[in-house]
Nanobody, 116 residues
């Protein structure tokens, strides 16, 4: 059974940093693509960052140069380091794994609030 548990959200001032964690069980993250999504109030869910099995990374244009996705295979945990945070980064952030198209697993989400 796949389980994803996020942590690390909180309230931070603009320009600050946070690191989100996603502890996975039931899958080996090093063998799969793992994603971070976010959903801001009254906006559609957005793919923020992804890391593939060969450790290639991809980012939304809005976070390039500020966010870094990484993983610790020994801990089976994916991270999202968020620097130079902006108020528009305020959202609930979700860890995601897709075993096949249309079959997604999600964590419970962690709230990130950036004050101006």
């Amino acid at each position: 059974q796949v389980r994803l548990v996020e942590s690390g959200g909180g309230l931070v001032q603009a320009g600050g940093s946070l690191r989100l964690s996603c502890a996975a069980s039931g899958i080996r993250i090093r063998l799969n693509t793992m994603n971070w999504y976010r959903r801001a109030p009254e906006k559609q869910r957005e793919l923020v960052a992804a890391i593939t099995s060969d450790a290639s990374t991809n980012y939304a244009d809005s976070v390039k140069g500020r966010f870094t996705i990484s993983r610790d295979n020994a801990k089976n945990t994916v991270y999202l380091q968020m620097n130079r945070l902006k108020p528009e980064d305020t959202a609930v952030y979700y860890c995601n794994y897709q075993s096949r198209p249309g079959n997604d697993y999600w964590g419970q989400g962690t709230q990130v609030t950036v004050s101006s």
